[in-house]
């Protein structure tokens, strides 16, 4: 048809008003079909020129992204799509693109509704072109939110498939207190028979109570073991949103420092990466610095006890980087390290070296990157030190490139 339109305008005034009549209605059937086409697609669309004024949009794409103004108020041409943008960071995307002239991305973004909900999207721009050249961008919007509820969803179904380990784990913790709480349960009845036996006598002072003390210490244990256990199997309740890790991990960073340092400990932050994001939730994502931070200042203080040398420095360093499709956080320090016995067992539950450890800290850290989409590994050289490497999916194409 642009083709057809094209020679008969060339001919234009030699029609007659009847053909000049038909060739209009033919423009507008063809402008018709091309808008309910628009109208039709799935995914948000925004057609925008080289500076980013507005030129032509559908309506779904008012449901994907907030504006300040309707699409189809003239205000809504008047200025860069960046300054109608209600998002942020949207809106400072498609400044960056404008002013590094790129043409073709992907970027995946989280944005909240009305509601309170968040929502997941991806962008894809690429160029526009007419005549041969680069006559603005088309840019597709595109909600995610149910693939990746279900990509979290297939995490957490693999993280539960470890439970049968964990209830095991825990019917063998249970044994001992009960034991217990039997072994002076039966002291006590024997020593109220015999009190009966003679004429109610009464046992030497603080006989009884130091057994009900044994057997409240104990109802406590079995408390804390239940708790720790409900904790452990209970799916991690993360609200995944993209963040940048790496600011992140600066504010954990600035936060326990200075307890290493009262324990002469020198922290060292190494980013080469501080753009790059991926899905985590926040608190969550804080848990997992602090927990192989504070075991770390225990392997250290621990290598110090046992130390001789007055020349032994304690070393803490935390290292963020990423290739094409990963995101990597090294966590490393010149502590006592592990024999590679406990280094095979480091994340089983109720595994602990410590005398006051629960066995679960580490079991929490595995689910939490699990639930990341990401995954965890950890050397140790005993008397050298450890070094845990956590790898997280960064977006590829538009997509968040997860392995199988």
Not at 131 to 154: A, C, F, H, P, S
Not at 212 to 237: G, Q
Request: hydrophobic share 40%; aromatic share 8%; proline share 3%.
């Amino acid at each position: 048809m642009r083709g057809y339109v094209k020679r008969v305008s060339q001919k234009a005034s030699k029609l007659s008003q009847e053909q000049l009549v038909s060739l209009l209605d033919d423009m507008v059937e063809e402008n018709e079909n091309l808008y309910s086409i628009l109208e039709s697609i799935s995914a948000g669309l925004l057609i925008v020129d080289n500076d980013f004024f507005l030129l032509q949009s559908n309506k779904i794409v008012e449901s994907r992204l907030n504006f300040s103004v309707y699409l189809d108020d003239p205000k809504a041409t008047s200025c860069p799509i960046w300054e109608i943008m209600e998002d942020e960071e949207i809106g400072e995307y498609f400044k960056k693109c404008a002013e590094k002239e790129i043409t073709n991305t992907t970027e995946d973004f989280t944005i909240m509704t009305s509601g309170g909900s968040v929502r997941f999207i991806t962008i894809t721009m690429t160029p526009l072109i007419h005549g041969g050249e680069t006559t603005g961008k088309i840019i597709l919007v595109r909600d995610v939110t149910e693939k990746k509820n279900q990509e979290v969803l297939l995490h957490r179904m693999e993280n539960m498939a470890g439970l049968t380990n964990l209830a095991a784990g825990m019917a063998h913790e249970i044994k001992n207190p009960l034991g217990a709480i039997s072994i002076h349960i039966q002291l006590i009845t024997k020593a109220l028979e015999k009190a009966r036996e003679n004429n109610n006598t009464l046992p030497p002072p603080k006989f009884v109570e130091d057994h009900i003390d044994v057997v409240n210490d104990e109802i406590d244990h079995l408390n804390k073991l239940i708790m720790d256990f409900l904790f452990a199997v209970r799916p991690v309740n993360a609200s995944l949103v993209l963040k940048k890790p790496a600011v992140l991990i600066q504010n954990v960073v600035d936060f326990f420092t200075p307890e290493f340092h009262d324990n002469d400990i020198n922290v060292t932050l190494v980013i080469k990466d501080s753009e790059s994001r991926f899905l985590l939730d926040e608190k969550l994502f804080r848990d997992v610095i602090i927990n192989l931070a504070q075991n770390a200042l225990a392997a250290i203080n621990q290598k110090k006890e046992t130390n001789s040398s007055k020349d032994y420095t304690g070393e803490f360093e935390i290292e963020c980087a990423s290739n094409d499709n990963k995101y990597f956080i090294t966590v490393k320090d010149n502590g006592c390290g592990m024999k590679s016995e406990t280094v095979a067992k480091i994340f089983e539950p109720y595994f602990t070296t410590k005398a006051n450890g629960t066995g679960l800290g580490m079991t929490m850290v595995y689910k939490i990157v699990k639930e990341f989409s990401g995954d965890i590994e950890v050397t140790s050289e005993e008397g050298q030190g450890t070094v845990f490497t956590m790898s997280f999916p960064l977006q590829k194409d538009g997509k968040l490139a997860i392995e199988s």
